[in-house]
């Protein structure tokens, strides 16, 4: 699927030296970047779940060597 995107000049500028620089096109400079863009979001969606739930539990952040302790002990016993 072929699809156009604007991007101000300088960034444009930036991206096509980028391209050059590693031997790439700009569409793959801008692909990768878009991808790690994309996977990040998710992280940091999947992390404030999470921050959230342990809040609504009552889990601290020094709660968790406690409880990754507990559940590794509890693992080697089954």
Same mark, same amino acid.
């Given at each position: 699927? @072929? *699809?156009?995107?604007?991007?101000?000049?300088? %960034? %444009?500028? #930036?991206?096509?030296?980028? #391209?050059? *620089?590693?031997?790439?096109?700009?569409?793959?400079? +801008?692909?990768?970047? $878009?991808?790690?863009? %994309?996977?990040?979001?998710?992280?940091?969606?999947?992390?404030? /779940?999470?921050?959230? /739930?342990?809040?609504? %539990?009552? +889990?601290?952040?020094?709660?968790?060597?406690? +409880?990754?302790?507990?559940?590794? $002990?509890? @693992? /080697?016993?089954?």
């Amino acid at each position: 699927m @072929q *699809n156009n995107v604007a991007l101000p000049d300088d %960034l %444009l500028a #930036a991206v096509t030296e980028a #391209a050059r *620089n590693e031997g790439k096109t700009p569409d793959e400079v +801008i692909e990768a970047a $878009t991808r790690r863009y %994309l996977a990040k979001a998710r992280l940091d969606r999947f992390a404030r /779940r999470n921050e959230d /739930r342990a809040r609504s %539990l009552g +889990i601290s952040e020094s709660d968790v060597p406690r +409880i990754v302790k507990d559940w590794r $002990t509890e @693992q /080697r016993g089954r």
